[in-house]
């Protein structure tokens, strides 16, 4: 028996441990053996996950100097500095697999890491913040949810603790909603205007249909995903449907439509080609999320240095 | 330009009210303690939890796998005579 | 004018003091330096329109005309805003912002403390829940000047520049009138001379720990007690209040 039969025999007998440990519910522990495609797979999920709060606080930041009342300007706020602590939660989460946040952030600015598609749409008006709370969040909500249960124990207690904080942003962005559904004739119409924008996008978000989409299997086997794309996908709509009927604002899908057989809704076709233009860079703020992501972290350097700077000078810290 | 740092990990252990149990709350980045302690309190008690905060390097901590819990952990399963319900208390006895 | 209408312009000036640097900190929301810094500027933020929620409601029932404080954050012009000149300016650089804070948190330190024996009972009890905040605010503040004053080269000369900078605004936060000497005779207001040798002791002691030299010129801005401005005010009411102004008949 040569050397890599042996390494191979013991590789083998971890990994046999490992899926049985996965199969029985069992959570992995950063410093417990794992594949490397698992630990690769994570790191992809988890960073863009991670990404996608941080490049989330844009579209949102969009409107907090302009947020029409102090109440709203604080709810707003509160709610994106939620996102900055959840992108740090999962920042965390992801260094317990051996990346740093420096690498996850080169990467992201680089390409090479993704963020959610949905942040390359642009916040018009201020409906649009609530069709992001109500929508995005909504439909963020139900992902996330499925996820508290994921198989790696780092993500899935970062979940837990950011389901349980998110649970009034859904809130916050129907309430702006209904509120402006109801009022002048000029609010609803932004209302319906922004329904009309983020109701597709927000589909898009579970990702592409089960058929389609690449790398499942092994997610699935992992725990790492516990729920499809469609699966979450029809919850998301099944739930959201009637939320838009007691507001009176009107779902921008001629077919959807109640199907009593399978007791939840049919709905239209997803335009996937809008959805792979936008995630090859040809959305509208693409470019923009980037620019402001490079530009904020290439002002900050300095700030970073000197503090760094400071700490060596003083080492008794 | 010089090689980018978001500064060191800290592990943060947060006490929700005097007395209690530190319990891990999960990591910030700072450049030194005072700045842990600060990010801590504006990462974790943004909802106004805890009375106390505890900040440790993160490459401070060790830590046990799970493939050591049958050595680590299993042995005491047996040591049930340190559980106060193994005991046999006479009738009557009172505050014991 | 009366001790009410007095006391109706003392909050206010509070008030606006509070809400305008909330503007500009919100500013920072996804600009910070670092994630964990982003979140702390968004506290504060959040810190300074609570405050100015408290005192502009306030500030409308001392009036009396049935103004709220959306109404009076809303719907006021720069000529007649009274928050000080301090609070209004750009952002700048991150050391700009921490300068600023501390220049403006170490006045409300001092200014907070005496509040706290008001006899206007309503400022005594915010002064007490905001003295908690304000102490976390100043150490904040101190803590990253000191770190920028003693980090790099860059560090250095940046955070000087912010200190020369600001240092002609910070006359204007001492500044006093009719309106302060009444309340003051009435016990009521802060006397802002017995508060300015505490507030220079302070601040020259963080310089010096942050290895940075206090500006020697003594000529100072004024004019917010008049609502007298920078020009910088207008743009950021024109941003702050644009929904409020398009659509008056609406709703949010």
């Given at each position: 028996?040569?050397?890599?039969?042996?390494?191979?025999?013991?590789?083998?007998?971890?990994?046999a441990?490992?899926?049985?440990?996965?199969?029985?519910?069992?959570?992995?522990?950063?410093r417990?053996?794992?594949?490397?495609?698992?630990?690769?797979h994570l790191?992809?999920?988890?960073?863009?996950?991670?990404h996608?709060?941080?490049?989330?606080?844009?579209?949102?930041?969009?409107?907090v100097?302009?947020?029409p009342?102090?109440?709203?300007?604080?709810?707003?706020l509160?709610k994106?500095q939620?996102?900055?602590?959840?992108?740090?939660y999962?920042?965390?989460?992801?260094?317990?697999?051996?990346?740093?946040?420096?690498?996850?952030?080169?990467?992201?600015?680089?390409?090479?890491a993704?963020?959610?598609?949905?942040?390359?749409?642009?916040?018009?008006?201020?409906?649009?913040?609530?069709?992001?709370g109500?929508?995005?969040?909504?439909?963020?909500?139900?992902?996330?949810?499925?996820l508290?249960?994921?198989s790696?124990?780092?993500?899935?207690?970062?979940?837990?603790r950011?389901?349980?904080?998110?649970?009034?942003?859904?809130?916050?962005?129907?309430?702006?909603?209904?509120?402006?559904?109801?009022?002048?004739?000029?609010?609803?119409?932004?209302?319906?205007?922004?329904?009309?924008?983020?109701?597709?996008?927000?589909?898009?978000?579970?990702?592409?249909?089960?058929?389609?989409?690449p790398?499942s299997?092994?997610?699935?086997?992992?725990?790492?995903?516990?729920?499809?794309?469609?699966?979450?996908?029809?919850?998301?709509i099944?739930?959201?449907v009637?939320?838009?009927?007691?507001?009176?604002?009107?779902?921008?899908d001629?077919?959807?439509?109640?199907?009593?057989?399978k007791?939840?809704?049919?709905?239209?076709?997803?335009?996937?080609?809008?959805?792979?233009?936008?995630?090859?860079g040809?959305?509208?703020?693409?470019?923009?999320?980037?620019?402001?992501?490079?530009?904020?972290?290439?002002?900050?350097?300095?700030?970073?240095?000197?503090?760094?700077?400071?700490?060596?000078?003083?080492q008794?810290? | 330009?010089?090689?980018?740092?978001?500064?060191?990990?800290w592990?943060?252990?947060?006490q929700?009210?005097?007395?209690?149990?530190?319990?891990?709350?999960?990591?910030?980045?700072?450049?030194?303690?005072?700045?842990?302690?600060?990010?801590?309190r504006?990462?974790?008690?943004?909802?106004?939890?805890?009375?106390?905060?505890?900040?440790?390097?993160?490459n401070?901590?060790?830590?046990s796998?799970?493939e050591?819990?049958?050595?680590?952990?299993?042995?005491?399963?047996?040591?049930?005579?340190r559980?106060?319900?193994?005991?046999?208390?006479?009738?009557?006895?009172?505050?014991? | 004018?009366?001790?009410?209408?007095?006391?109706?312009?003392?909050?206010?000036?509070?008030?606006?003091?509070?809400?305008i640097?909330a503007?500009?900190?919100?500013?920072?929301?996804?600009?910070?330096?670092?994630?964990?810094?982003?979140?702390?500027?968004?506290?504060?933020?959040?810190?300074?329109?609570?405050?100015?929620?408290?005192?502009?409601?306030y500030?409308?029932?001392?009036?009396?005309?049935?103004?709220?404080?959306?109404?009076l954050?809303?719907r006021?012009n720069?000529?007649?805003?009274f928050?000080?000149?301090?609070?209004?300016?750009?952002?700048?650089d991150?050391?700009?912002?921490?300068?600023?804070?501390?220049?403006?948190?170490?006045?409300?330190?001092?200014?907070f403390?005496?509040?706290?024996?008001?006899?206007?009972?309503?400022?005594?009890?915010?002064?007490?829940?905001?003295?908690?905040?304000?102490?976390?605010?100043?150490e904040?503040a101190?803590?990253?000047?000191?770190r920028?004053?003693?980090?790099?080269?860059?560090?250095?000369?940046r955070?000087?520049?912010?200190?020369?900078?600001?240092?002609?605004?910070?006359?204007d936060?001492?500044?006093?009138?009719?309106?302060?000497?009444?309340?003051?005779?009435?016990?009521?207001?802060?006397?802002?001379?017995?508060?300015?040798?505490?507030?220079d002791?302070?601040i020259?002691?963080?310089l010096?720990?942050?290895n940075?030299?206090?500006?020697?010129?003594s000529?100072?801005?004024?004019?917010?007690?008049?609502?007298i401005?920078t020009?910088?005010?207008?743009?950021?009411l024109?941003?702050?209040?644009?929904?409020?102004?398009?659509?008056?008949?609406?709703?949010w």
């Amino acid at each position: 028996m040569n050397d890599t039969t042996t390494i191979n025999a013991k590789e083998e007998a971890l990994l046999a441990r490992f899926e049985e440990k996965v199969q029985n519910g069992d959570a992995i522990e950063p410093r417990d053996w794992m594949p490397e495609k698992y630990r690769k797979h994570l790191i992809r999920q988890i960073s863009q996950h991670a990404h996608s709060e941080v490049i989330g606080m844009q579209p949102e930041g969009n409107w907090v100097t302009r947020a029409p009342s102090l109440r709203a300007k604080q709810i707003l706020l509160a709610k994106i500095q939620d996102e900055g602590g959840h992108g740090l939660y999962l920042y965390s989460a992801c260094e317990t697999l051996g990346i740093s946040r420096e690498e996850m952030i080169e990467q992201l600015q680089s390409g090479k890491a993704k963020y959610s598609n949905i942040f390359n749409y642009q916040t018009l008006n201020w409906a649009d913040i609530g069709a992001v709370g109500w929508l995005v969040d909504g439909a963020a909500i139900v992902n996330q949810v499925s996820l508290q249960r994921t198989s790696y124990a780092p993500y899935s207690r970062a979940m837990v603790r950011i389901c349980k904080e998110e649970s009034f942003h859904q809130r916050q962005g129907y309430e702006i909603m209904a509120e402006m559904a109801k009022g002048t004739p000029e609010q609803s119409e932004m209302a319906q205007d922004a329904l009309n924008r983020w109701w597709w996008p927000s589909l898009m978000m579970f990702g592409p249909h089960d058929g389609d989409s690449p790398r499942s299997a092994d997610a699935f086997r992992w725990k790492i995903k516990r729920q499809t794309n469609d699966e979450l996908r029809q919850k998301f709509i099944d739930k959201t449907v009637q939320q838009a009927e007691v507001i009176g604002l009107t779902i921008p899908d001629p077919d959807l439509k109640w199907n009593e057989e399978k007791q939840c809704y049919d709905y239209g076709k997803i335009n996937w080609e809008e959805f792979n233009q936008v995630i090859n860079g040809n959305g509208p703020c693409n470019k923009q999320r980037i620019d402001h992501h490079k530009r904020v972290h290439t002002e900050g350097a300095w700030v970073r240095e000197a503090a760094e700077a400071y700490r060596l000078k003083t080492q008794n810290n | 330009m010089s090689k980018d740092t978001q500064f060191d990990s800290w592990e943060v252990f947060m006490q929700s009210r005097p007395g209690a149990n530190f319990i891990h709350q999960g990591s910030v980045h700072a450049s030194d303690k005072k700045m842990a302690i600060q990010n801590a309190r504006d990462t974790y008690s943004r909802r106004g939890e805890g009375t106390s905060i505890w900040v440790v390097p993160s490459n401070a901590i060790a830590a046990s796998t799970t493939e050591d819990a049958d050595m680590l952990f299993d042995p005491a399963n047996d040591k049930i005579f340190r559980l106060p319900t193994f005991y046999t208390m006479p009738e009557g006895a009172k505050h014991i | 004018m009366t001790q009410q209408e007095a006391l109706f312009q003392y909050t206010l000036r509070l008030g606006d003091t509070s809400l305008i640097h909330a503007q500009r900190l919100s500013e920072w929301c996804s600009n910070g330096p670092i994630l964990e810094e982003d979140l702390a500027l968004t506290n504060f933020a959040l810190d300074f329109i609570g405050r100015s929620q408290v005192l502009l409601t306030y500030a409308g029932a001392l009036e009396g005309k049935g103004r709220t404080d959306d109404m009076l954050a809303y719907r006021r012009n720069e000529r007649q805003y009274f928050n000080c000149l301090l609070a209004e300016l750009p952002n700048g650089d991150f050391g700009v912002t921490m300068v600023r804070l501390l220049f403006l948190a170490a006045f409300e330190k001092e200014l907070f403390t005496a509040l706290q024996n008001s006899e206007d009972e309503t400022l005594a009890a915010l002064a007490k829940k905001t003295l908690k905040e304000v102490r976390y605010h100043l150490e904040h503040a101190a803590d990253w000047v000191i770190r920028l004053g003693n980090g790099t080269e860059e560090s250095h000369a940046r955070v000087q520049k912010a200190v020369n900078e600001l240092w002609m605004f910070t006359g204007d936060m001492f500044d006093m009138d009719e309106t302060d000497k009444l309340l003051i005779a009435a016990d009521i207001a802060v006397d802002l001379s017995t508060i300015k040798t505490k507030w220079d002791n302070y601040i020259s002691g963080v310089l010096e720990a942050a290895n940075l030299q206090q500006p020697t010129s003594s000529y100072m801005q004024s004019g917010s007690k008049n609502a007298i401005h920078t020009e910088y005010l207008g743009h950021l009411l024109g941003e702050m209040q644009y929904l409020q102004l398009a659509y008056p008949y609406a709703k949010w």
